[in-house]
């Protein structure tokens, strides 16, 4: 995981997804969380907000369809780092969503969000956070740990499943554990 810096959005973008939260910010609150999932899944929202947004991200992100929690090379999915079941009015907000594979957005990360009252999210959030302060890549092993005292490495390690065994890698057999070899270079040139 690296720093990255969000990009701006265009007018018309940023546009449509100010209005969808407005449309959310009009539901009941108990009925936000359906509600978000009904306007994520319309056609036209995965067609005019979801593919623009999702493209956004991709020229963010720090390699070709580069996760930006575990940094594969397979990330397909739009995450909201704040999930739309812990907080549906964060559905459509640009900082709140992230390019991530499906392994980390479904298998891992899923709902899990956790905060305390002093930093806030305990998750680091590449868009906000410096990894490098709270996670420490081992290059030679691919192993991750936490930086000394930092909670929200060690959260991020344990809820996006940093160094289990089980996640996919291009080229990498079943079970191992592998990092994108392309991704060693940029995380090493980022570390000096």
Not at 58 to 69: I, K, N, Q, S, W
Not at 73 to 92: G, I
Not at 93 to 107: H, I, K, M
Not at 166 to 180: D, E, I, L, N, W
């Amino acid at each position: 995981m690296i720093k990255l810096v969000q990009q701006r959005l265009s007018s018309e973008l940023e546009s449509s997804l100010v209005r969808l939260t407005q449309e959310l910010a009009g539901t009941p609150i108990a009925e936000r969380i359906e509600h978000a999932d009904r306007i994520w899944d319309r056609t036209t929202v995965r067609r005019d907000v979801y593919r623009p947004v999702k493209d956004e991200l991709e020229t963010m992100a720090p390699g070709l369809d580069c996760c930006m929690y575990c940094g594969n090379h397979m990330a397909d999915t739009v995450d909201h780092f704040v999930p739309k079941s812990r907080c549906a009015l964060r559905t459509f907000y640009w900082p709140n969503l992230l390019l991530a594979c499906s392994t980390c957005n479904s298998r891992f990360k899923r709902d899990q969000h956790r905060c305390d009252g002093l930093v806030g999210s305990l998750l680091v959030d590449p868009t906000r956070d410096d990894p490098i302060e709270h996670l420490d890549l081992q290059l030679e092993s691919g192993i991750y740990r936490a930086a000394e005292g930092s909670r929200k490495g060690q959260w991020t390690i344990d809820v996006c499943g940093l160094n289990e065994g089980k996640r996919p890698g291009p080229g990498s057999a079943p079970g191992s554990t592998s990092m994108p070899s392309s991704l060693i270079p940029t995380l090493a040139s980022s570390l000096c």
